[in-house]
């Protein structure tokens, strides 16, 4: 049983990342970012390039917090599973490469919206809606990559704690992502939507069956 002591030590961990996944979808919200259009004008085109940076500076202490809980590992990939965490490492580096073939890293990181004072609900590097590559498979390959990379790795306890956050947080980023694909590309996104599963290639398996 967990002492007193590494009770409350769990308890900032999870207050601290839900606080954290919270602000870093609150802030990148259609109503947050509407409402920031609204009172900069044109300077909202360093709106994101602002919020890359505060995401990162409100992460660092949060990594170094839950980095200096040392806890031996209660589960371990190890023997056959070995093989397992190989391949979720595999897929992972894989969802992650493909599917940035198809965004916009200049627009991630937000120099192309200062360089051309466009902004996009998406990080697609499209002026219209394309569905080509990993995203015939599955529409939210970057969220799938993530999920899998966290959980391939030794697990103690507070790493199982931060690990549930970060999955409940990809798939929470994944409907939020939807919304704003759907306000900008409309019905042709919606018809995507029917025929292209969102994080597990349930109906890609399916067809192929």
Same mark, same amino acid.
């Given at each position: 049983?967990?002492?007193?002591?590494?009770?409350?030590?769990?308890?900032?961990?999870?207050?601290?990342?839900?606080? $954290?996944?919270? +602000?870093?979808?609150?802030?990148?919200?259609?109503?947050?970012?509407?409402?920031?259009?609204?009172? /900069? =004008?044109?300077?909202?085109?360093?709106?994101?390039?602002?919020?890359?940076?505060?995401?990162?500076?409100?992460?660092?202490?949060? /990594?170094?917090?839950?980095?200096?809980?040392?806890?031996?590992?209660?589960?371990?990939?190890? =023997?056959?599973?070995?093989?397992?965490?190989?391949?979720?490492?595999?897929?992972?580096?894989?969802?992650?490469?493909? =599917? =940035?073939?198809?965004?916009? $890293?200049?627009?991630?990181?937000?120099?192309?919206?200062?360089?051309?004072?466009?902004?996009?609900?998406?990080?697609?590097?499209?002026?219209?809606?394309?569905?080509?590559?990993?995203?015939?498979?599955?529409?939210?390959?970057?969220? +799938?990559?993530?999920?899998?990379?966290?959980?391939?790795?030794?697990?103690?306890?507070?790493?199982?704690?931060?690990?549930?956050?970060?999955?409940?947080?990809?798939?929470?980023?994944?409907?939020?992502?939807?919304?704003?694909?759907?306000?900008?590309?409309?019905?042709?996104?919606?018809?995507?939507?029917?025929?292209?599963?969102?994080?597990?290639?349930?109906? $890609?398996?399916?067809?192929?069956?």
């Amino acid at each position: 049983m967990p002492t007193a002591k590494s009770s409350i030590t769990y308890f900032y961990i999870v207050v601290g990342w839900i606080l $954290w996944c919270t +602000l870093h979808s609150t802030l990148i919200s259609i109503t947050v970012t509407e409402y920031m259009k609204r009172k /900069l =004008g044109s300077d909202f085109r360093f709106y994101r390039i602002f919020y890359n940076m505060a995401s990162v500076i409100t992460l660092i202490p949060l /990594l170094i917090y839950s980095r200096r809980v040392r806890e031996a590992p209660i589960f371990y990939w190890e =023997g056959p599973l070995a093989i397992i965490q190989i391949l979720l490492l595999a897929g992972s580096i894989y969802l992650f490469i493909a =599917g =940035g073939r198809h965004y916009s $890293w200049t627009q991630f990181s937000g120099i192309a919206q200062i360089r051309t004072e466009r902004i996009n609900g998406s990080l697609c590097n499209c002026d219209s809606f394309v569905v080509s590559d990993i995203h015939q498979i599955i529409r939210h390959p970057w969220y +799938l990559g993530g999920i899998m990379i966290v959980w391939a790795v030794n697990l103690n306890v507070s790493t199982i704690l931060i690990n549930i956050i970060i999955s409940v947080y990809f798939v929470v980023g994944a409907f939020l992502e939807e919304r704003k694909l759907v306000r900008e590309f409309g019905d042709n996104y919606r018809k995507y939507q029917q025929t292209v599963s969102m994080l597990f290639p349930w109906q $890609w398996l399916k067809s192929k069956i």
